[in-house]
T-cell receptor, first 113, second 113 residues
Framework: GENVEQHPSTLSVQEGDSAVIKCTYSDSASNYFPWYKQELGKGPQLIIDIRSNVGEKKDQRIAVTLNKTAKHFSLHITETQPEDSAVYFCAASDGQAGTALIFGKGTTLSVSS | DTAVSQTPKYLVTQMGNDKSIKCEQNLGHDTMYWYKQDSKKFLKIMFSYNNKELIINETVPNRFSPKSPDKAHLNLHINSLELGDSAVYFC????????????FGSGTRLTVV
């Protein structure tokens, strides 16, 4: 089955800096890669996703890149703000019925002002 | 209107008791999921239903039994609760099985004492 590794487990940056979180996956059949943000006491919320036919996707200060050959995808947050502080999860799925999103172990991002 | 709602938000109970968690989604999605988040924040799939049919049943003790009376509802019943069942349980839904963005509920924090 799919295995998703996520690094780093914790990340501390100054406000205005960039943050990068990296994930690798094991199943070459995976074709959907979402990123979730979980704030304290809340459920994970989808912030951006990418499919395997696309190499990069951007939404304002957030971008995701995908390298299918290396089975590697990354989340980039630019101009970080204190409200970006949260736990971020990457996930992967092959999109087939009978499978579900497999999550990485999460990255706790702290943005200090 | 909350898209995916879970009740209760908090549940404290003694070992050996039986308890249920309810989930409802008003997004018109066909697929619903139960995930368990442990103390280290790891999100692990437990069950998935597509249009009332069980399609994913991960290695979960038989004490856990999901029930889907209709495609908008997915409940989780747990028998003979154990200390190790303490966790946050998240319900989620998606338009299709196996892929697409999931919408998560806000979670049920279960504490077994």
């Amino acid at each position: 089955g799919e295995n998703v590794e996520q690094h780093p487990s914790t990340l501390s940056v100054q406000e205005g800096d960039s943050a990068v979180i990296k994930c690798t996956y094991s199943d070459s059949a995976s074709n959907y890669f979402p990123w979730y943000k979980q704030e304290l006491g809340k459920g994970p919320q989808l912030i951006i996703d990418i499919r395997s036919n696309v190499g990069e996707k951007k939404d304002q200060r957030i971008a995701v890149t995908l390298n299918k050959t290396a089975k590697h995808f990354s989340l980039h947050i630019t101009e970080t703000q204190p409200e970006d502080s949260a736990v971020y999860f990457c996930a992967a799925s092959d999109g087939q019925a009978g499978t579900a999103l497999i999550f990485g172990k999460g990255t706790t991002l702290s943005v200090s002002s | 209107d909350t898209a995916v709602s879970q009740t209760p938000k908090y549940l404290v109970t003694q070992m050996g008791n039986d308890k249920s968690i309810k989930c409802e989604q008003n997004l018109g999605h066909d697929t619903m999921y139960w995930y368990k988040q442990d103390s280290k924040k790891f999100l692990k799939i437990m069950f998935s239903y597509n249009n009332k049919e069980l399609i994913i049943n991960e290695t979960v003790p038989n004490r856990f039994s999901p029930k889907s009376p209709d495609k908008a509802h997915l409940n989780l019943h747990i028998n003979s609760l154990e200390l190790g069942d303490s966790a946050v349980y998240f319900c989620a839904s998606s338009q299709n099985p196996g892929g697409g963005g999931y919408t998560f509920g806000s979670g049920t924090r279960l504490t077994v004492v």
